[in-house]
């Protein structure tokens, strides 16, 4: 529960007239991974999250009343996952921002959906979200991963056409499911890798991993996977002499990334949705954060025009209540910090194209 986080934010910025706080409250929840391995992201979109409540109770709140944030951990773990939806239940919450994980996210998304409680994922990438969603409420302010494996699927066909492409995949939905789409998507332009191999995650050593990637021969690596295991497999890479390239998804636009892989991680090709720090429309919000010490990077953002979307569709439908939000989700445009956001029969949000960058000197930069 980080309330009072938000609170101490909202009296920074000004005075609040009391009657305000007392009245009806409305509230809204993030959830992620809080704590662990991918804390990253869990911060990310509870800073986003934070800043768009304190700014929206500044500017009067919703249909006039407060908006009350509450926090919770989901560890990335679907067990997790549905034990939070369901306190989350119990507390009344209108609308979840989150969860970042898929395998946590899909699981809950059943509980809101029966629920009637609203979810956007300013996270979860896997097709499958969206394509299967078990009814109407659940959407995303995230890219879909086969967009991702079209551009990096191009990237391996054309560029490294004749180079010897090796796929790794941490055997997670995430990891399994964008190495399949990315190698489907090389594979339809003629070219075959030279080798397709899973690792577990969760280890700090992959000399074994590393030194048979050597003994293929491989010039360009895909790993399918997070940052942890990318930082780690790349400083082995270095430490053995292995001068491929290594690509990945957008889980590698992490700072933990670099702070793992080093200088290692230099020329390290991944996806990500265009940066919206390049945004007008962002640029307070990404300031707000920054002045505060917070992640401004792309998922805190997406958090931030996510509860801006729904609080100007509960304006629009005048009222709370999910069903009458959910219509004005369906139909509405809303103006956000991203630019207008709206919802395709799916629950998929209008958010920029994936665009390639690259670690260069410990820095992010398009490619």
Request: proline share 4%.
């Amino acid at each position: 529960m980080r309330f009072y986080r938000v609170l101490a934010g909202m009296l920074a910025a000004g005075s609040i007239l009391l009657p305000q706080i007392v009245s009806a409250e409305i509230h809204v929840a993030v959830a992620g991974p809080m704590k662990g391995q991918f804390a990253d992201f869990g911060d990310q979109i509870r800073a986003g999250a934070e800043q768009a409540v304190v700014d929206i109770n500044m500017a009067g709140g919703v249909l006039g009343e407060p908006l009350i944030l509450d926090v919770v951990d989901d560890g990335c773990e679907e067990a997790k996952a549905k034990a939070v939806a369901n306190q989350l239940i119990g507390r009344g919450v209108s609308i979840v921002i989150g969860h970042v994980c898929f395998g946590a996210s899909i699981p809950a998304s059943e509980i809101y959906s029966e629920a009637g409680i609203i979810q956007i994922s300013p996270a979860t990438t896997l097709p499958k979200f969206t394509d299967d969603r078990p009814g109407p409420g659940i959407y995303r302010l995230a890219p879909r991963d086969d967009a991702q494996a079209k551009v990096i699927g191009k990237l391996l066909a054309e560029e490294f056409a004749d180079k010897d492409v090796a796929f790794l995949h941490d055997k997670t939905a995430y990891g399994k499911g964008l190495t399949d789409a990315v190698r489907a998507e090389m594979n339809a332009s003629g070219k075959i890798e030279t080798l397709y191999q899973g690792f577990d995650a969760g280890l700090n050593d992959y000399r074994i991993l590393v030194s048979r990637l050597a003994l293929e021969g491989a010039d360009v690596i895909f790993l399918g996977g997070y940052h942890p295991e990318a930082g780690l497999i790349k400083l082995e890479m270095k430490r053995l002499g292995l001068e491929a390239i290594l690509v990945g998804g957008d889980a590698l636009m992490a700072q933990a990334y670099w702070d793992v892989a080093g200088e290692a991680g230099e020329g390290t090709v991944f996806a990500y949705p265009m940066d919206p720090h390049a945004l007008e429309t962002a640029a307070k919000v990404i300031g707000d954060l920054e002045s505060r010490e917070e992640s401004a990077e792309r998922y805190a953002l997406s958090a931030y025009a996510a509860i801006e979307a729904w609080a100007k569709a509960v304006e629009a439908a005048g009222k709370t209540e999910s069903e009458a939000v959910i219509a004005a989700l369906d139909q509405g445009s809303f103006a956000t910090i991203l630019g207008d956001v709206s919802f395709d029969e799916k629950g998929d949000g209008s958010v920029p194209a994936f665009v390639l960058y690259k670690w260069r000197g410990g820095k992010p930069v398009r490619r």
